[in-house]
């Protein structure tokens, strides 16, 4: 894995600060729902070195909601590329993707998002 120098202070961080059996490696790439990170529970968090997300072209915004380990919205991501559909006369969204290093949180709360990708730890504690 390469990893950048922002990626290199946070896995540093992790080793220095949690036993290795209190976090495991997690790389996920797959659908959206169903996957763990959409449920919450107070023993978890997730350290994302690398997240993203895939939607196909819709009539509703891209969002994903980041939440902290109460369980508090943190905030909200989105890249939404809009247009005027002369057909059906309303806005239509395009396909989009989300990209973001380097976060935490402790679930995630989607809208359009079909596909996503995470490559970090998941801490137990």
Not at 96 to 112: A, D, E, H, P, Y
């Amino acid at each position: 894995m390469n990893l950048d120098q922002a990626q290199i202070i946070l896995k540093n961080y992790l080793d220095a600060t949690f036993t290795p059996s209190a976090f495991d490696p997690l790389i996920f790439e797959g659908v959206t729902a169903g996957s763990e990170f959409l449920t919450y529970a107070a023993t978890k968090l997730y350290m994302a070195l690398e997240f993203s997300g895939y939607t196909a072209g819709t009539t509703a915004q891209m969002y994903v909601q980041f939440n902290n380990n109460a369980d508090v919205m943190k905030f909200i991501a989105g890249n939404n590329v809009a247009y005027w559909n002369n057909g059906t006369a309303v806005v239509a969204y395009g396909p989009n993707v989300l990209q973001l290093k380097n976060i935490w949180f402790s679930r995630i709360i989607v809208s359009n998002v079909a596909q996503i990708k995470f490559i970090g730890y998941k801490l137990t504690y």
